[in-house]
């Protein structure tokens, strides 16, 4: 199936899923999900579980007591809403690690070119936040006083702008170079 | 203050869904001759940046999450039109790759934080900036977390009254408006402190580097 196909799928499925309110079919469909996603499923899982967890547990547990209270609480709520947030987290993830995501949206090659750029930025962003934490444990073998923390923060702050920036416009200026910009 | 997955009904995100492919098309239009060699790299730095503000939440006990948006950098560097455009990229980058926020979220947080929170920050710098431009800026950030904070808060609200069955058990989320939007609204008033020191900050050394126009 095309990119845009799996896109269509992906896009339906998360629509039925909010159109059903059994919890019996929701965990059936997170079932049949889980088998489809071959060998990633676990590691799939794992990354969904842990996106939730916290607004989860949050939603849930001022529901029990926010219902308990006003003596409405019912079990079955609690288990429909977490079963349909866990089945579409899962299917987004899903479906990101399986399409190239940006290909998939493919709505205006401007935007295209926008978002590829920004994911390089990310990527840049993580390896500096990355070198600047390791660099920072190394010089800290006691643990750090919260102005020596703020200095890091504020140093790896103005590096992260800089370096990307430095690399954007690399980038930029090759696409130019190449005839990216011309109308 | 992203909506996660899963809590909005479908009568609430499909119109939604119609109203953001509308804005989303005038965003575009024309976004070729506004985008260039010196926009583009500034756009992707800024934009990056946002995504990585918007990662750093904490979850919120009316359903949502309290974090920095970003929003009023791009807005105030590029225009409402570009800064919504971007920020509909950071929601669904944040959506599809770490489960923040959501594809059925999507529309109401894009035109909360990324419209909404857009306007309102040039609205308030364009208002303000003769009076005292750095002022004028941090009330720009403020605002521009505070607005869709309170839509947000809606929206969430509203869920329980759409969405029920027959016994009035909610079906999406389940607290209404007495309870999400004080406890939405609250936390987000704080984060706008934040939000509007963090833009100074950051705006002023963009100034220094010649970013900002």
Known sequence: ?183 | MHIPDGFLSPQTYLPAYAVAAGAWTWAARGLRDRLDETTVPRLAMLTALAYGLGLVMVPVPGGTSGHMLGIALLALTFGVRLAFLAYSLVLLLQALLFGAGGITALPINALAMGLVGATAAAAAKGLLARINEMAAIAVAAWLSVVLPAAIVALVLGIQPAIAHQPDGTPLFFPFGIDITLPAVLIPHLIIGIGEAALTVVIWRYANSRGWCK
Do not use: C
């Not at chain 1, 079990?75 to 899962?90: D, E, H, P, T």
């Not at chain 1, 390896?127 to 140093?155: E, G, K, M, Q, Y």
């Open chain 1, 1 to 183: 199936m095309s990119a845009r196909g799996w896109l269509l799928a992906y896009l339906a499925a998360v629509v039925a899923a909010t159109l059903i309110h059994e919890p019996l079919v929701l965990a059936t469909a997170l079932a049949l999900a889980l088998s489809a996603a071959g060998r990633d499923r676990w590691r799939l899982l794992r990354r969904t579980l842990v996106a939730i967890l916290a607004f989860n547990i949050t939603v849930s547990l001022g529901y029990v007591v926010v219902a308990v209270w006003r003596g409405d609480f019912s079990a079955g709520y609690l288990l429909l809403v977490n079963l349909r947030v866990l089945l579409l987290v899962f299917l987004g993830m899903w479906f990101a690690a399986r399409i190239d995501v940006v290909a998939a949206l493919g709505v205006s090659p401007t935007l295209t070119l926008v978002a590829t750029l920004t994911l390089g930025q990310l990527r840049a962003f993580e390896r500096i936040v990355s070198d600047f934490t390791l660099a920072f444990a190394s010089r800290n073998p006691a643990p750090p006083r919260t102005l020596d923390r703020a200095h890091h923060a504020a140093a790896q702050g103005i590096a992260l702008m800089d370096k990307t920036m430095a690399a954007a416009t690399e980038s930029a200026m090759a696409m130019k170079s190449r005839g990216a910009f011309d109308a």
